[in-house]
């Protein structure tokens, strides 16, 4: 695995909100990632309804916009060990820790994001205003399973946008204007995309404008993908992931640091 970060990229990384990091799993990684994700994926897809980690994003209802932008299994690592393996591989927090120059790293949650073949694109978005703490460091790993490419819903990016970023939530719609109601300063930014081979992974900060194309081929893009709170982050009032009756014990302001719900993965 290639974790070792460079000055030069931590700092593109900083500029840019956003960067790719080429032939980061070498070939038997990569298939250990593939064997493991899919597994876990068929695991959660086949279990009942009633299960509200698949009930929050309609998991498998053909006629549900969203469900046909990706099938989305979220924490998987908490009913899946080989995924719980990788996932807590201190390696990944110390590269997402050194990009985002923070001091220890905790897991908000992974998730397997698989765009069906001829897919919905993914709308301009943020992720962090999604999740229960706020923080201008929160750091997103997106690693590809099959080559990324511009015809089968690779990432993009409107750099620099984690600069000027608010925490206001532009869930992803059907729009990709809609980011621009709430940013209109950002539309004249030209957009980048990041096509990389199957293996690589896009770091990018969880306040930086990204979605993703349409998928125009008649296969899957698969990706397994993991977001992280800088250690110390404090609880928002969102509630996100959160079990009930953890958010029930928790104030706004209270530090998030439960061991199980949000392993840290690395300190320095
Ligand atoms: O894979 C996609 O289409 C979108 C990924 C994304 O939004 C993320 O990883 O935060
Ligand atoms: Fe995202």
């Known amino acids: 695995m290639k974790t070792n970060i460079t000055a030069e990229q931590a700092e593109q990384y900083q500029r840019d909100g956003f960067i790719a990091i080429e ?26 309804s009633g299960d509200w980690m698949k ?13 046909q932008v990706f099938t989305q299994c979220v924490r998987l690592a908490d009913t899946h ?14 590269a997402a820790a050194t990009l985002a120059g923070v001091d220890g790293i905790r897991i908000w949650h992974d998730q397997a994001l698989i ?5 919905n694109p993914t709308a301009w978005h943020l992720d962090n205003p999604y999740w229960s703490f706020s923080s201008r460091d929160s750091i997103s790993i997106w690693v590809a399973l099959d080559d990324a490419t511009l015809a089968n819903g690779c990432m993009w990016y409107l750099p620099g946008t984690h600069q000027t970023a ?32 199957a293996g690589s992974a896009v770091f990018h900060n969880g306040l930086t404008a990204h979605g993703a194309g349409a998928n125009m081929t008649p296969r899957p893009r698969r990706a397994m993908t993991c977001g992280y709170m800088p250690d110390g982050s ?19 302001g209270d530090v998030l640091d439960d061991p199980r719900q949000t392993p840290l993965i690395w300190k320095r």
């Not at 250990?32 to 695991?43: C, S």
């Not at 060990?81 to 110390?94: N, P, W, Y």
């Not at 765009?115 to 897919?119: D, F, R």
């Open 115 to 119: 765009k069906p073949p001829y897919g």
């Open 55 to 67: 009930d929050l994003t309609n998991q498998g209802d053909p006629d549900n916009y969203y469900a």
């Open 81 to 94: 060990e080989g995924v719980a393996k990788l996932m807590l591989d201190s390696r990944l927090g110390q």
């Open 166 to 197: 608010r925490y206001d939530n532009v869930g992803i719609g059907h729009n990709q204007t809609d980011l621009f109601k709430v940013y209109p300063e950002w539309r004249g930014i030209e957009a980048v995309s990041v096509p990389v081979p």
């Open 23 to 48: 032939g980061f799993l070498d070939a038997d990684e990569l298939q250990t990632w593939r064997a493991v994700t899919d597994e876990a994926v068929q695991q959660r897809l086949a279990r009942s």
């Open 234 to 252: 404090t609880f928002n009032g969102t509630r996100n992931i959160l079990p009930q009756e953890l958010f029930d014990s928790l104030q706004i």
